[in-house]
């Protein structure tokens, strides 16, 4: 569910018209719904009810301040993978003991910038980060809290891109090697180990994955303390899916989910960590364009508007799909036709669809981009020289804009001439 809706023939954001904020800060740019966040966040605390648990909002799928301020006032954690994501949640206000640091690549800089800045946990991936951050705990007399992401070879079922959990990823530590290096971690100094860590990727549409995954942290932890570990905390990581279509099947609900952690791990006696972004942040935004020209090519129609793939990087990275709609909804029984969605950057990938259905549309007409909150904004680039779009926070009937559109000025001055040029 999300909070965009047509109103008198208009889409909405909450109780705003999109064309008003289109008239505010022009085209393109990013609308977040904060009911839809507070939601979403909330299907999953309310889910986890009843056991001792911690929804730490996944920042690399949103990472704007206004959003996780909202999010962390809710009473959520973050889940961050780099110092700047980390200095973010701390801007946004969120206390170092709601902070989860994973990633595969922490530098000795960003360990001390969390050790000295206040951390819930470092999920670890490898002994060398293990090492890292013992060394680095010891120099500041400080203990370091850790979990073990470990690598269950799952097969998540999703795109390749996206998927973390087989072993040959990157990611975690081999399940048959996580009692080995459980004991170096024990053996190390400014080390407390918390407990397990496991993701096996993310736009998950089924459950029998995470079921897999699960049962086989199960049998880790129950391993694990027979070695003499304290396990109190499994951090089960985010990946739900939302779906990107309204077509197709819905994946399953937050609940259902829950339901299968309680099922394979509710005895255990462990707190739960979740870690979920696209299915808080994902429903939650549009990205509005406005369209430019519409051409007629050799058997085909381009639709080409004003974003592109450095501003929705997605359809292109992935072949990702986000449903198209104007802002002025058509009247019932409209013909449609088959578009291109193109944008105007100097690569054939600068495409959003192909051969979509949609309604007649010209020149300086809005379209939105459904489902377009997660790894929208926090994806895009200035490829192009195009600017980064503002994106606005909606709140009932009121918008604000949380970043705004640099100028050209800007960002010419951040590049330096040298004085030998």
Not at 96 to 115: D, N, Y
Not at 278 to 283: A, C, D, K, P, V
Not at 347 to 364: K, N, W
């Amino acid at each position: 569910m999300d909070h965009f809706l047509y109103r008198n023939g208009i889409l909405h954001a909450e109780d705003v018209a999109i064309p008003e904020i289109a008239a505010t800060v022009g085209t393109p740019f990013y609308v977040y719904s904060a009911a839809t966040l507070t939601r979403h966040f909330r299907l999953f605390d309310e889910a986890l009810s009843g056991i001792d648990h911690l929804v730490c909002f996944a920042i690399k799928s949103n990472s704007n301040i206004a959003v996780l301020k909202l999010l962390g006032d809710l009473g959520a954690g973050m889940d961050v993978v780099s110092g700047g994501e980390y200095r973010r949640a701390k801007a946004a206000g969120v206390p170092g003991e709601r902070i989860v640091f994973s990633g595969v690549g922490k530098t000795r800089e960003e360990i001390h910038l969390a050790l000295t800045g206040g951390i819930r946990q470092f999920n670890v991936e490898s002994e060398p980060e293990l090492i890292a951050i013992s060394e680095i705990a010891t120099a500041l007399g400080v203990t370091a809290p850790v979990a073990l992401r470990v690598n269950p070879d799952v097969d998540a079922h999703t795109h390749e891109k996206i998927a973390t959990g087989k072993s040959e990823n990157k990611f975690g530590i081999p399940i048959a090697k996580a009692r080995k290096v459980y004991a170096l971690a024990a053996s190390l100094p400014g080390l407390r180990v918390t407990g397990v860590d496991v993701h096996i990727g993310s736009q998950l549409t089924e459950l029998a994955p995470f079921e897999a995954a699960f049962r086989k942290i199960r049998e880790l932890t129950t391993e694990l303390r027979a070695d003499g570990h304290d396990i109190r905390r499994l951090d089960l990581g985010g990946g739900l899916g939302i779906p990107y279509t309204r077509s197709n099947e819905a994946p399953p609900l937050p609940v259902e989910y829950v339901g299968v952690i309680k099922d394979v791990l509710g005895d255990l006696g462990c707190e739960i960590e979740i870690e979920p972004g696209r299915l808080i942040s994902g429903n939650a935004g549009l990205l509005v364009s406005s369209v430019i020209y519409v051409k007629e090519g050799e058997g085909r129609k381009f639709l080409i508007l004003d974003s592109a793939m450095n501003d929705l990087v997605r359809p292109s990275m992935y072949g990702a799909w986000h449903d198209i709609v104007p802002v002025t909804e058509p009247a019932p029984g409209t013909p449609v036709a088959p578009y291109d969605v193109v944008g105007p950057v100097c690569e054939t990938g600068d495409t959003f669809a192909r051969g979509r259905a949609l309604v007649p549309l010209a020149p300086g007409d809005l379209v939105a981009f459904r489902s377009a909150g997660a790894y929208g904004a926090s994806m895009s680039s200035e490829y192009n020289s195009r600017p980064l779009i503002p994106e606005v926070l909606v709140q009932g009937d009121r918008f604000a804009v949380i970043r705004a559109r640099p100028s050209f000025d800007e960002m010419l001055a951040r590049d330096t001439v040298p004085e030998w040029l």
